[in-house]
Structures are given as C-alpha cells and as structure tokens.
C-alpha cells in the first residue's frame, strides 16, 4: 500500500468565530458609511472606529451612482420644494427641461455634456429668481421664464 505525503500548508485558517469578527466589523463600517433610516436623525457614532456620523449626514445613496442627469422628480413640483432639494435633484430635473427644449437635434450636436452646461445655468437661473412671492408656484412657471431669459 503506498502512501501519500501531505504537505501542510502555511496559510492560515480562519475559525469560525474570527469570521463572525470580520462580518461584524464589515457590518459597523457598512453603517457607519451607508447609515441606516434613523442614523441621520439620531446621529451615530461607531465606538473603536473613530466614525462619527453627526445629525443631518446624508447617508450613501446608491441613486447617486447614477449618471448626472438621471432622476429627476421636480417636474411638477412648487417652487417650495423645489427650494428645498437636493442640488442633484434640481440638476437632474433642469437637464430634463433642456433635453425638451433644445431637441433631439441640438442635444446629438452637443451632447450631455454641453446639456450640462444648459441645465447648470437653468438651475442657477431658477434659483435666482427665488422669492416669497413665488414659493406657491409650479417651478415650471420659473423654468420657462429662465429658458427664454437663457435662449434656450
């Protein structure tokens, strides 16, 4: 009978209880980096990692992973909320408006990238001409004033 000669290998094994170590360290950084629903309320401070995530902290969003002009859901909103979104929001939904107005033609012409430049000053017009006479008003109301202002 011949027998076989194992080497014994130099790589370390990880026990099962150092696997339970690692999952819920990756699980505290994983919270302190994404959050969690009440993180960004209550604030939230992960002891031994020296993370502090204070109230207010936008969490990671994945939507954010998105291209610069996608999702944009200010369309038929006032001039209130408007106000009060995210710039990322507000860029989305101009590059939206601009798409429209400039038109298929112009927009292969310059591309997302010149889109950009046409939403940006959309979003800076818009803004600009916020006021309390205005808050109650469909944001559409300032964006077509900007797109004529602009030359859209």
Known sequence: ??????????????????AAQILGVVGLIWIAMVGTPSSA??????????????????ALNFVDMRP???GGTLHSVTVRTW???????QLA??????VHVLGDPKVRQIG????????TSLVT???????????????????????????M
């Open 1 to 18: 009978m011949k027998q076989i000669k194992t080497q014994r290998s130099n790589t370390p094994s990880v026990s099962s209880t150092t």
């Open 41 to 58: 309320a209550a604030g939230l401070n992960v002891a031994g990692l020296g993370i502090q995530m204070g109230p207010g902290h936008r």
């Open 68 to 70: 610069w002009y996608d």
């Open 83 to 89: 106000s009060r979104s995210t710039p990322r929001n």
């Open 93 to 98: 939904t101009a590059a939206d408006w601009a």
């Open 112 to 119: 997302m990238s010149g889109v950009r430049v046409h939403a």
């Open 125 to 151: 017009c818009i803004n600009s001409s916020i006021g309390p006479e205005v808050m109650s008003q469909p944001v559409t109301a300032l964006a077509s004033a900007c797109a004529i202002l602009l030359d």
